[in-house]
């Protein structure tokens, strides 16, 4: 099970934290990914961090100005977001993947999905 948090309303430039907390299984057993849809559009791939916390992977849109981590002790991954934009705007979801694949950007290679927290970004 996952729980996603901390979206909200925030100006253009700023930053928030998303945090995605797993139960079940532990992070050190999962890839987990970040993905989000803004109405009208598909679903995107954000961010990912593979199952030993070694690599992490990135949209060109968000790459530079988004940090995924993970607190194996809280079981927790976290999306840290700055330099919001308006464009950033959406539905965000974090994603688990038991057999860590290779095509992280693949919504369809994940297993278990959180229940969405809304980021807002005025500008």
């Known amino acids: 099970q996952l729980q996603a948090s901390g979206g909200g309303l925030v100006q253009a430039g700023g930053s928030l934290r998303l945090s995605c907390a797993a139960s079940?299984?532990?992070?050190?057993?999962?890839?987990m990914g970040w993905f989000r849809q803004a109405p009208g559009k598909e679903r995107e791939f954000v961010a990912a961090?593979?199952?030993?916390?070694?690599?992490?992977y990135y949209s060109d849109s968000v790459k530079g100005r988004f940090t995924i981590s993970r607190d194996v002790a809280k079981n927790t991954v976290y999306l840290q977001m700055n330099s919001l934009k308006s464009e950033d705007t959406a539905v965000y979801y974090c994603?688990?993947?038991?057999?860590?694949?290779?095509?992280?950007?693949?919504?369809?290679?994940?297993?278990?999905w959180g229940q969405g927290t809304q980021v807002t970004v005025s500008s």
């Open positions: 994603a688990a993947d038991r057999g860590g694949s290779s095509y992280y950007s693949r919504g369809s290679e994940y297993d278990y």
């Open positions: 079940g299984r532990t992070l050190s057993s999962i890839a």
């Open positions: 961090i593979t199952k030993s916390g070694t690599f992490t």
